[in-house]
């Protein structure tokens, strides 16, 4: 089954069903209404034309103090950021690394969005400890105060994948 990743527009996502019913929900009642508040969501489509999976990114900010020095270092009051606001698969394809797939989209269109508006991380807020260890696997880490709120830089994310930055 191959797939594609594509803005969300008229997708049908009544039947996606992530395994967590926030997701679900937001995906269903919340996403193209976040889309006037500056987030934007990313559906995985397959070639069938079924939706199994989504991501959101949203412009943000992070604390000064509350980074760790090495983000932190050379900040004013705030960082800018790149909020990953949601990441879910259609429990029919969980469990092939396609979890790992997405993600990746994400990450490359932060850093394309992140050259042309600028930001120094990107950031997530884990749904729970197993996306805690999911992030924490691809390299993300949590804030001090905070394990379930991760951060990676953005150069950091930019090398993994090969892609230049700034």
Known sequence: MNFTV??????????????NADLDTWLRKHAHGATGHGTRTFV??????????????????????AAPPRLARGASKQIPAILLAKLALDG??????????????ALTTI????????GRIVLVD?????????YEHHDFKPLPDQPRRLVMKLSTAAKVLGLPWP
């Open 92 to 105: 029919s394809i969980q469990g092939r690394g396609l979890g790992s797939e997405l993600l990746l989209h």
């Open 44 to 65: 995985l489509v397959s070639t069938e034309g079924t939706l199994v999976g989504y991501f959101a990114i949203a412009p943000h900010f992070i604390d000064r103090n």
């Open 6 to 19: 594509e803005p969300l527009g008229d997708h049908d996502a009544t039947d996606f069903a992530s395994g």
């Open 126 to 134: 884990a749904i729970d400890q197993n996306a805690s260890e999911f």
């Open 111 to 118: 850093i394309t969005a992140a050259r042309k508006a600028g």
